[in-house]
């Protein structure tokens, strides 16, 4: 489908920049902003020609500055629970890709801006990224899954302070906190992401999707996650890129993994 809302480029290394292009409203999230990138992440997701993904927000003032505020005076209780849940289907979709995601946070990334780059397995952001989740400055909560990821890389009391008081944080705080793993001038933002990308992705591909799977389940109870390490380092045994990664590092070359 021709977007209206995302630019894709992908390039001959099998990086994919998607960009979120409303710059006139900041990149804010709307219906078609969701909807466009739930179909572009569900064909990616068995797109042989992708091979990681960098997701960043067009101009240099915002990555993705919240949702569409005005639609939200258009919700009930039950029509609010459906707003969030719909969000919350594309944002695992991004995260349970099987492929790297990096949000390359280019400016304001606030309320679903934010929780969308915590849907992303890292975030990298320029000098100029602020982060935050001022859901209750409305009166309502995270709906996008603020309040499960965020605790989940920063810690509960460091979330807690950050949803309760709306507070909004510089990219300098926001790396001290682990929410970010690295900081770049704006105009070394995107290739100081597709660095990161490409070193990923010159790894094994079956390897990094078992390795995301197996992080994804590391909140849970550690004898139940220690278990499905194994499984998975099992299943990584039983692959053609097991063979070649062990037999090129016995021969002193480099390996040519072939996802299989």
Request: aromatic share 6%; with cysteine.
């Amino acid at each position: 489908m021709p977007y209206t809302t995302l630019l894709v480029d992908v390039d001959s290394h099998g990086i994919a920049i998607v960009t979120i292009n409303r710059p006139s409203k900041l990149n804010a999230l709307n219906a078609d902003v969701i909807s466009e990138l739930d179909d572009w992440f569900s064909k990616a997701e068995n797109d042989s020609s992708v091979k990681g993904v960098i997701l960043t927000g067009a101009g240099d003032k915002s990555f993705v500055a919240g949702a569409d505020i005005a639609r939200f005076k258009e919700l009930s209780g039950e029509e609010g629970q459906r707003f969030a849940a719909r969000g919350q289907s594309v944002f695992n979709r991004i995260e349970n890709l099987g492929k790297p995601v990096v949000a390359a946070v280019n400016g304001f990334a606030l309320g679903g801006g934010s929780e969308l780059a915590l849907a992303c397995h890292m975030r990298v952001a320029s000098e100029n990224a602020v982060f935050g989740q001022p859901e209750v400055n409305l009166g309502i909560i995270p709906g996008y899954g603020g309040t499960q990821r965020l605790p989940r890389l920063v810690g509960k009391g460091l979330a807690t302070e950050l949803i309760l008081t709306g507070a909004m944080i510089p990219a300098s705080r926001a790396y001290e906190m682990g929410l970010v793993n690295h900081v770049f001038a704006p105009e070394e933002l995107l290739d100081g992401a597709k660095k990161i990308v490409s070193k990923i992705t010159s790894k094994a591909p079956v390897a990094i999707a078992l390795s995301l799977e197996a992080l994804s389940h590391s909140d849970l109870p550690q004898a139940e996650g220690l278990a499905r390490e194994a499984e998975l380092f099992g299943k990584a045994c039983d692959t053609e890129d097991f063979t070649e990664g062990v037999d090129a590092f016995l021969e002193k070359r480099k390996a040519e993994f072939k996802g299989r």
